[in-house]
């Protein structure tokens, strides 16, 4: 039994951020109910992997949880959502405002059904600036924060291909409404948890923007050589590439001792991280040499003997056959509908005594409506004809 059991949660989520949020809780326990479009909802069909066309991101980010199809925007639709919302803990939901609004999932419809009702909403640009209202995904973020400026080789802004944000802000969602669980528990009141896009990358890349604001110091890409520690970026070997990472002084002394370079420990350029950020082509440079004459396999054994980080860069197809990740049982094999199984990433924080499981895969679409509409008090011949009405 999770540490969750027994809240219900109405995930009106799509894509990564509010999807995500919820699975985060149905991994501890939670019952998650996933309401989608009555021809499923974009997020479902994205990177395609199964016949009748379900995703691969759909797979990660709604198992555990039931489904149903639901139109809101219907009247006999909206008298479903205000039963559902009886029933509930937790609403989900990552629209920006008017849509809540026109859905009846703002924070006042919902608190008039259920006085106590945690709201979690995500959205791109948050609340209190003329962006509020705009719709966005990771990608927008990721530009605005300053952080695709600052990646990428130089003149050539560079956003990170995996949806980082997005993982990253469902994950701050998943923790706020937890923190607004608990708070209820002590006062009886529920509250709106708000999460945005913006938020978490400005977050991301808040060291720089301080250090912008305090030094206007304006700071460029540097591909994938880090600018403040050095070196750190990622080289090749004779058959394949690493990256490396030396931040700090103690890592500095043991890896100039590695490349045979004690001689950089008297230079006063490299004296500090800073300093070695900003004077790190050199560095790279012999980190280069060094790393050009071994296989990865070679230049790996080499740094972890003088215990300096390195680690190989891989394919995704590298990536699942590492033995380290397999060894760590991170993956949980799941089948779906025709699908062999595939490896889903579990919750990535542990617990020792009240670990999160994926227990059942993703629904398939509309699987659980007839089961949850019943439970609202709902007979066959309602069901009948909330489908007739194009409601369910």
């Not at 945005?196 to 977050?203: F, I």
Request: glycine residues 10%; contains cysteine; hydrophobic residues 40%.
């Amino acid at each position: 039994m999770g540490v969750l059991n027994g809240y219900r949660v109405l995930d009106f989520g799509r894509y990564v951020a509010g999807p995500y949020c919820a699975t985060l809780l149905a991994d501890f326990g939670a019952e998650v109910i996933r309401i989608e479009k009555l021809a499923g909802s974009e997020d479902r069909y994205t990177m395609p992997v199964e016949p009748d066309g379900a995703g691969a991101l759909f797979l990660q980010v709604n198992r555990n949880k039931k489904g149903m199809t639901l139109n809101p925007m219907k009247p006999e639709g909206r008298e479903v959502v205000a039963k559902l919302v009886e029933t509930a803990d937790v609403v989900v939901a990552n629209l920006p405002a008017p849509g809540l609004k026109a859905m009846g999932l703002d924070y006042e419809t919902l608190r008039a059904i259920k006085p106590d009702i945690i709201l979690t909403t995500i959205s791109t640009f948050g609340t209190g600036g003329p962006y509020s209202d705009r719709v966005g995904f990771d990608g927008l973020a990721q530009v605005m924060s300053g952080g695709a400026y600052l990646s990428g080789p130089e003149g050539s802004p560079t956003r990170f291909v995996l949806p980082v944000v997005d993982f990253g802000t469902a994950m701050m969602a998943a923790y706020g409404t937890v923190t607004a669980l608990l708070h209820r528990e002590r006062t009886g009141e529920g509250q709106i948890v708000e999460g945005a896009l913006l938020n978490t990358a400005l977050t991301y890349a808040n060291a720089y923007l301080i250090e912008q604001s305090l030094t206007g110091c304006d700071r460029v890409s540097t591909h994938n050589r880090a600018q403040i520690a050095s070196p750190a970026d990622i080289v090749r070997t004779r058959d394949g590439w690493i990256m490396v990472q030396v931040i700090g002084q103690p890592l500095f002394e043991r890896w100039a001792q590695m490349v045979a370079r004690p001689d950089l420990l008297d230079d006063p350029r490299y004296a500090s991280d800073i300093g070695r950020g900003d004077n790190g082509e050199e560095l790279t440079a012999i980190a280069r040499e060094h790393a050009a004459g071994l296989t990865t396999a070679e230049a790996l054994a080499a740094y972890a003997e003088a215990s300096v980080p390195a680690g190989p860069v891989y394919t995704p197809q590298q990536a699942l056959d590492d033995p380290h990740i397999a060894a760590m049982g991170f993956f949980h094999g799941m089948s779906y509908g025709t699908l062999p199984e595939a490896p889903i990433a579990t919750a990535p924080i542990a617990l020792s005594n009240s670990a999160g499981e994926i227990r059942t895969p993703p629904p398939e679409l509309g699987q659980h409506t007839d089961e949850i509409l019943k439970d609202l008090g709902y007979d066959q011949l309602q069901i009948a004809a909330l489908r007739k009405a194009r409601a369910v």
